[in-house]
């Protein structure tokens, strides 16, 4: 992702990732990473809301680029029409927010 500096790089991804307590028992987590970790979820949320909450970060270098390429569409309006470029870009975007926007 070269438009953006200082961040890991992408994809990104999560997983399951609990803590384990003194007394053996699993406090649930999940990890976010790209080529090294970018982040874990705050444990004392509930699970539903920690999977979602690293659903969306995970997506972020996505949405980030879908952003860009929004904004680069609308520049030239109409010759992202002429080109499909507009069709193509929703479609993406549609998917990805669906898939940030999944449950579990």
């Not at 090294?36 to 997506?59: M, W």
């Amino acid at each position: 992702m070269s438009a953006l500096k200082h961040i890991t790089a992408g994809p990104w991804s999560y997983d399951y990732s609990p803590y384990t307590s003194l007394d053996g028992t699993d406090i649930p987590a999940y990890e976010v990473q790209g080529a090294e970790k970018v982040c874990d979820t705050n444990k004392n949320r509930p699970i539903e809301e920690q999977e979602a909450n690293a659903r969306l970060i995970a997506a972020a270098p996505d949405l980030y680029e879908l952003l860009r390429e929004g904004f680069n569409i609308t520049h030239d309006w109409e010759s992202s029409v002429r080109k499909g470029c507009i069709k193509d870009w929703h479609q993406r975007t549609r998917e990805k927010l669906a898939e940030v926007k999944a449950t579990t």
